[in-house]
């Protein structure tokens, strides 16, 4: 079966990532699903953006130090000088309600206080059904968190090679695994399939790659490039 394909921080061919315009044209566009990264800012609001911090006008802002009213305003300095603004949670959803995309959410913060995660669901909550919507951290504590406010909540644990160890914790908590495209290999795929369990990848952006994958049996391909109809 062909995997299915997810917008890696939206499309961004001609807008910057993670903004409300690569959400626009990802959901115009033809996949699965829509990433997109979530940080909690100085006043406890879910703000989008993929790392911890990012330049305005040459000054770093570190996004834990700001108020996210601030934040929605600042511009993002970036190499192709695209009009770029951090968007909000409900900007994200608010553009793919409606859509056939499913909102793919990685939390990028670790040990968030049950509070504000519960604050994150209720606000997804009113968009969407939380069987439409998955969940993906590098971090334990985030997906514990959901899942025990949502025991039957779709979460998947990203792996990367540093971490590897982290596979058999996934398998043993009965968490799927979004793992590094180089780490992928089909025992690892079978064996989270004999305990329907699913497996994505990432960032798949060459055609080989991604035939690969899709010969192991991946469920979910992340990328920047393809799209469903691609000949993958």
């Known amino acids: ?13 001609n807008c910057f990532e993670n903004t409300k315009e690569a959400f626009i044209a990802a959901a115009m566009g033809n996949y699965f ?37 601030d934040l929605l305003k600042m511009d993002i300095d970036n190499e192709n000088r695209y009009k770029a603004t951090c968007p909000s949670l409900i900007d994200f959803l608010t553009i793919l309600q409606g859509t056939s995309k499913r909102p793919i959410i990685e939390i990028k913060i670790d040990n968030v206080p049950l509070k504000w995660i519960k604050e994150m669901m209720d606000i997804i909550s009113n968009y969407f059904s939380f069987d439409d919507v998955k969940f993906i951290s590098f971090f334990t504590d985030p997906l514990q968190k959901i899942r025990s406010i949502n025991p039957k909540q779709d979460i998947m644990l990203l792996i990367e090679y540093t971490h590897l160890e982290m596979i058999d914790y996934a398998y043993e908590h009965n968490y799927g695994i979004d793992i ?49 109809d691609s000949e993958i």
């Open 33 to 69: 699903g829509v990433e997109t990264d979530l940080y909690l800012t100085k006043d406890n609001k879910w703000i989008i953006h993929h790392g911890e911090d990012f330049y305005s006008h040459g000054k770093r802002i570190l996004i834990k130090d700001e108020l996210f009213d």
């Open 180 to 228: 590094e495209k180089c780490l992928v290999t089909k025992d690892i795929v079978d064996r989270f399939h004999k305990n329907n369990l699913k497996v994505g990848t990432w960032t798949v952006d060459d055609k080989l790659n991604a035939k690969n994958h899709a010969e192991m049996g991946v469920d979910y391909i992340t990328s920047n490039v393809f799209e469903q």
């Open 1 to 13: 079966m062909k995997p299915l394909v997810i917008a890696h921080r939206g499309e961004h061919k």
